[in-house]
């Protein structure tokens, strides 16, 4: 399939008052990986992500830590920018919710709602926790009580702007079902469908109770509400309203949405009835993916078992963690994270499988030819069926790419990766070793190609060992003869399990 001209897509923005963990990581790597095979299949590439800065949570946080949000903000960013740095993430932009741009864009977008009539000023009643000064929604209290202290609440009315989003239930429905694709995986799209027939009721999109956010147009006792706030970051970053590089005439509306499976309503409800209101195109697809627990247990910071992406890339190199985060579990499901799992998978699918095809190949070429690659003579029926394989996987990997099968098209890779040693073992091709070796480097070469968008020092190495500048192009033949290839150093150390 042709691959578009244009891609774009984005990471939900991360809320400044938790330091970035595993769940993060995850989201942003399989950004990461489905923005560098766009690239790499020449596309040009919009990849979004950022920080979520505004709201009563983070003004508190920042209070008590004695600091300005901003001052706290500043501080948690540089937290996300290191991570991603460290975990090979290559993104095109990064806003903050704080930034001007954005303001300018959450104003525009709200003004030109109530311009046409679908906000308006009302009333709103939400449940008040006293001793912590926060109010909280009625499906967010614990048996009626505050979720952070267990302390009754009171109900408490609170002047608020509505949004009009009763009026867009049947353009959504039938959005939903006119574009099958648009909200990914189909278990996620049946319960929004029946979410949205129970029907949808207007949305406060302002509060009065705190400061820390966007002012209402207009009437600035109003901050607008977060959610409001933080979906249109899709947008604002692009240049909306002004859209002063081209970027969203160019990049609006984005292929593809990526998000947990816990901001779901948002993302398909509530962002694409603003949007209709607004006017403007909706996002191609949303796609959700699951939630990791770790060995076995939810992870949460009173059981201590948040897993911190630093001290596991220091631990086991990044293009390990990237490799099992994508490979152990199907895009949109859940699972779990656990020690013997890593281990396993880094010593059994890297250093055993593609860490020998590559280490052994090119021994075999030192040994026998000097590491000097020879020209291939006459392709044999062997070889023909080899090099077929070729063309049929990377059509498979584009399709499953594509959806967003990550541990599919892994899969449908790691099946190339044992492929080349029929050739090898087998005796009878021992007089025409020339044509052997050819063929086996070369299968390295594009399977280096091909893991490049999941790992991409890795793939890096390969083509240095393959004295290539880059992985090169998908056809076969890519390496000239006389190219010398070095003797390469195991890829992956083998991870002792004692
Ligand atoms: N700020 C909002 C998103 C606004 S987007 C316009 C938000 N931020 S978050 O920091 O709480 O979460 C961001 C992402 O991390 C979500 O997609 C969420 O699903 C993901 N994860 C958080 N914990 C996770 C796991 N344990 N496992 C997998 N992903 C998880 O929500």
């Known amino acids: 399939m042709a691959s578009p001209q244009r891609f774009c897509l984005t990471t939900p923005i991360y809320y400044v008052n938790d330091v970035p963990h595993i769940g993060h990581a995850y989201t942003t790597l399989a950004c990461d990986v489905l923005a560098r095979y766009q690239r790499g299949r020449g596309a040009e590439v919009f990849f979004l992500t950022g920080t979520d800065e505004h709201g009563q949570k983070v003004e508190k946080a920042a209070q008590t830590k004695g600091e300005t949000p901003l001052e706290l903000a500043d501080r948690v960013v540089k937290r996300f920018q290191s991570l991603w740095e460290k975990l090979d993430i290559d993104y095109t932009d990064f ?28 009333e709103y009643e939400d449940w008040y926790c006293t001793p912590c ?29 509505f949004f009009r989003m009763s ?35 207007d949305l406060s999109i302002s509060r009065t109770s705190f400061s820390w956010g966007i002012p209402v147009p207009g009437d600035e006792k109003h901050v607008i509400y977060v959610w409001f706030d933080a979906l249109t970051n899709y947008i604002s970053a692009l240049g909306y309203p002004h859209d002063p590089d081209g970027n969203y005439a160019d990049f609006w509306p984005c292929d593809v949405h990526v998000i947990g499976k816990d901001i779901l309503r948002f993302h398909t409800v509530y962002w694409p009835t603003f949007l209709m209101a607004a006017g403007l195109p909706l996002p ?42 994508l490979r152990e579990v199907p895009f949109g499901l859940d699972g779990d994270f656990s020690h013997n799992a890593l281990v396993h998978r880094i010593n059994a ?31 044999t029926q062997l070889d023909r ?10 059509n498979q990997v584009d399709a499953q790419m594509n959806e967003l099968a990550f541990n599919k098209a892994l899969q449908s890779i790691w099946e190339l990766v044992s492929a080349p040693w029929t050739l090898a073992k087998d005796p009878a091709q021992q007089e025409r070793l020339g ?38 192009s998908e056809e076969w033949g890519g390496l000239q003869a006389g190219t010398v290839v070095a003797k390469a150093e195991p890829l992956f150390p083998r991870i002792d399990t004692e």
Request: glycine share 8%.
């Open 284 to 325: 191609k697809k949303i796609f959700a993916h699951g939630w990791w627990t770790v060995e076995g247990q939810k992870m949460s910071k009173s059981l201590a078992n948040v897993i911190e992406p630093n001290m596991l890339i220091d631990k086991y190199g990044v293009d390990a963690i990237r490799y099992f985060l």
């Open 349 to 379: 699918d890297l250093a055993n499988d593609l860490g020998n095809l590559v280490s052994r190949s090119t021994a075999m070429l030192n040994k026998y030819f000097g590491g000097t690659l020879p020209a291939a003579g006459p392709p």
């Open 435 to 472: 044509t052997v070796m050819y063929t086996l480097i070369e299968a390295v070469r594009l399977i280096g190609l091909l893991v490049t968008p999941f790992m991409p020092s890795t793939g890096a190495k390969i083509a240095v060992i393959l004295g290539q500048t880059t992985p090169g």
């Open 133 to 161: 000064e926060t109010f909280w929604t009625e499906t967010q209290l614990m048996d009626g009580n505050c979720p952070d202290c267990g302390r009754p609440t009171d109900k408490l009315k609170e002047a608020s702007y």
């Open 385 to 394: 069926v080899l090099q077929g394989r070729f063309p049929v996987a990377i």
């Open 95 to 122: 806003i903050r919710t704080s930034q001007e741009r954005h303001k300018v864009a959450v104003q525009a977008i709200f003004r030109t709602i109530q311009q046409q009539g679908d906000i308006y000023l009302g």
């Open 167 to 201: 009026k867009y239930q049947d353009q959504l429905l039938a959005h939903i079902e006119a574009n099958p694709d648009f909200i990914q995986p189909k278990s996620r799209r049946n319960e929004i469908l029946s979410f949205i027939r129970e029907g949808l009721r």
